[in-house]
């Protein structure tokens, strides 16, 4: 994760790192763990999952019908305000329904928000996506 010392930007690296391993692991624990206890995550086509439980179930969920693969974070841009750093960006990856033939390819375009916490370490606050394949 991060420390107190390090930059919030390079925090932030180490976080969409950290992301991108979980999502092709199919690590729920990891990927969750990424967010602040009251981060909020708006995946397309869901209700917001308010707070770091509902963001674990959902990842849970996510990793026991599909697979995931390839998937990668491109950001396009960011913006530092104090603590806190805005990121927008592109996704890609392909998700493997559990028995299906064949992956679905999905991507589309993102906004995170980072944040140092109280405790000096770095989670995401607010996670907003769209284009998963269905979607």
């Known amino acids: 994760m991060s420390t107190p010392s390090m930059t919030l930007a390079d925090a932030v690296e180490g976080i969409r790192r950290q992301h991108v391993a979980a999502l092709n692991a199919g690590d729920a624990d990891a990927a969750a763990a990424l967010f602040a206890a009251d981060g909020i995550s708006l995946p397309p086509g869901q209700p917001p999952l308010e707070g770091v439980a509902a963001i674990y179930a959902w990842f849970t969920g996510l990793f026991a019908t599909i697979d995931v693969k390839g998937f990668e974070i491109q950001p396009a841009g960011v913006q530092i305000f104090g603590d806190a750093l805005i990121e927008h960006g592109t996704w890609k990856g392909s998700f493997k329904p559990k028995g299906a033939p064949a992956p679905l390819d999905g991507g589309g375009a993102y906004v995170t928000v ?22």
């Open 114 to 135: 980072y944040a140092r916490l109280a405790d000096g370490s770095v989670r995401i606050i607010r996670d907003i996506f769209h284009g998963l394949p269905g979607q």
